[in-house]
């Protein structure tokens, strides 16, 4: 059996085993593996058992305030936004502080940023699933755990203040933050 093969068995037993794939399984492997049956159904698997993303859709008035906050910065007025989020989750307003733009959620926050805010604290580099190897970093500030990957010519920040969502539900929340066309 060759290398890539063997990979996409054990994760498929992995899944069949524990009904989760572990991401540090195939990243600790070091290998990537072309896509085939077996790990495309490992991949996605989990994704729709475990948990479900759902599009936002931004009213008419809420487009306005997300094109205003990014206007109010010099060169950075480009709006980028997230544009899934976890079924059940709730977009509930966009605000501007110091040099970033906050989407607030009612489980979790997304902040836009010219700046990487995460560069001063220790923590933990991740690949984001379905992410063409985008790599981010996860840190802790307080007890809030906190996701930051560089997207274009700025940063985003993605955390749940309340410990709702998981790592792995805001990794694949974060993959989705995209460049807004209102």
Known sequence: MRYPQWIAASLAAGVLLTGTVSAQTASAAGVTAPATAATSAAVTKPKAANFTLSDVNYSAAQSKSIV???AAFDGFETPYVPSRMITGDAFKNVAVSGDSVTFTFKYMKVSVSPRDDSYSYKGTTVTLPDS????????????????????????????APYHSLSKTK????????????P
């Open 68 to 70: 205003k906050a990014f």
């Open 170 to 181: 805001l990794e694949h929340v974060a993959v989705d933050v995209t460049r807004y066309q």
């Open 132 to 159: 063409n190897n985008v790599k981010g970093k996860w840190y802790k500030v307080g007890n809030t755990d906190m996701l930051t990957f560089p997207l274009k010519d700025r940063f985003v920040t993605i955390y």
